[in-house]
């Protein structure tokens, strides 16, 4: 696709559920960012991959936040029991090589969690 | 993480006029900075970026100011226009890792 696709769009779930959130960034990119935003609030860093190789997970919140970019192109985040405070938008970035400087990161439409 | 904020959480402005919106950061060791507007139910798209060997940064319409001194970042919008009318986030990456840290965002409303 031309740009980063995330499924699903939206996502409701019920407090103590699994949920997996997807993301497929532009063919070819190397570097790959989740993020987390919630209501009225700037995204806020939960890991960074280059290829598949997570290199930063210091932004994930505890141990129920799980990534995986396994074949260095799709990437999964997996939340595992759900709290109400998961509630947000989750929101993708890749970018094309793994230096930062004018290295665009180009995000999803993001996928918003609603957890009750 | 980090303290990047705006000084305005909502601007105003005219069809045709400049804008200008604010960011404060905190962190000295940032040396890399850049400007996304989030149109609503989307993501953020990037604007114009800025290293810190640079006191300023133009694009089309757009240019960015970045004072190391007070640690302070501002964005100008020439001639806004009402597809202007969007949330916009400053970012600071520091010179270690790969993360970037938002502010809270401005609320821009175009008026036409």
């Known amino acids: 696709g031309a740009g980063v696709s995330q499924s699903p769009r939206y996502k409701v779930a019920k407090r103590g559920q699994d949920v997996a959130l997807r993301c497929d960034p532009i063919?070819?990119?190397?570097?790959l960012f989740w993020y987390q935003q919630a209501l009225g609030q700037g995204p806020e860093f939960l890991t960074y991959f280059q290829n598949e190789a997570q290199l930063d997970k210091s932004g994930l919140p505890s141990d129920r936040f799980f990534a995986e970019r396994p074949e260095g192109s799709v990437s999964t985040l997996k939340i595992q029991r759900t709290q109400q405070e998961d509630s947000a938008v989750y929101l993708c970035?890749?970018?094309?090589?793994?230096?930062?400087?004018?290295?665009?990161?180009?995000f999803g439409a993001g996928t918003r969690l609603s957890v009750l | 993480g980090e303290s990047v904020g705006l000084h305005l959480p909502t601007l105003s402005v005219q069809e045709g006029d400049n804008s200008i919106i604010n960011c404060a950061y905190s962190?000295?060791?940032?040396?890399?900075f850049i400007w996304y507007k989030q149109e609503s139910g989307k993501g953020p798209q990037f604007i114009i970026d800025i290293r810190s060997n640079m006191d300023k940064r133009q694009g089309q319409r757009v240019t960015v100011l970045l004072n190391k001194t007070v640690k302070h970042l501002s964005l100008q919008i020439a001639a806004t226009q009402p597809g202007d009318s969007a949330v916009y986030f400053c970012?600071?990456?520091?010179?270690?890792?790969?993360?970037?840290?938002f502010g809270t965002g401005t609320s821009l409303t175009v008026i036409p």
């Open positions: 970012a600071e990456a520091p010179h270690t890792g790969n993360q970037f840290y």
């Open positions: 063919s070819g990119h190397v570097s």
């Open positions: 962190n000295s060791a940032s040396d890399y």
């Open positions: 970035a890749s970018s094309l090589l793994g230096d930062r400087f004018g290295n665009i990161q180009y």
